[in-house]
């Protein structure tokens, strides 16, 4: 089985928690934050929406200079769920493209132009977009059993939510 497919498979399977997480989005509370510091509502949602389209446009590049990092900006009138959909398959696309030699093809991490890192593409995928999605998606959960949103289930059940 070519490394693709277990990647894409994942990518499935996660993408259902993810978009039943964006569909839970109160939108008249896209400002608000748990704490100074921490990303809005809205552009926290934002980056977990586009992190499979970002990883598209470097997986093309080769290389990532993390000094360019940070979530990119909301657009005034977000479309949180058909946007993922659509960057959801981008990425399906991207990957099902890749055999295994490309997916082992190393990956230049830089920062300001000065190469700290290569690992394996496949790493870099797993690291930079599927974990870190994973991660705030993570975060957004957070923020929405903050607000009293109910939560749906990710991984088994969730107290408001039974699979």
């Not at 000065?114 to 599927?130: A, K, N, W």
């Not at 957070?142 to 408001?160: E, H, K, Q």
């Amino acid at each position: 089985m070519p490394l693709a497919n277990a990647l894409i498979a994942e990518l499935e399977q996660e993408g259902k928690s993810t978009l039943r997480m964006l569909e839970r989005l109160p939108l008249d509370k896209l400002d608000w934050t748990p704490h100074p510091k921490s990303m809005t509502l809205g552009r926290l949602a934002w980056h977990v929406v586009a992190i499979p389209s970002i990883a598209v446009r470097l997986i093309n590049a080769g290389r990532f200079d993390i000094a360019n990092a940070g979530p990119p900006q909301m657009p005034e009138n977000p479309e949180f769920v058909e946007t993922f959909r659509r960057n959801l398959q981008a990425i399906r696309e991207t990957l099902a493209g890749m055999d295994d030699a490309a997916l082992k093809t190393p990956f230049v991490i830089a920062r300001n132009g000065d190469e700290l890192m290569r690992p394996p593409t496949i790493v870099f995928i797993r690291q930079i977009m599927m974990n870190h999605q994973y991660h705030h998606r993570g975060q957004l959960s957070v923020y929405l059993r903050l607000l009293d949103v109910p939560l749906p289930a990710i991984y088994g059940t969730s107290a408001d939510e039974v699979m």
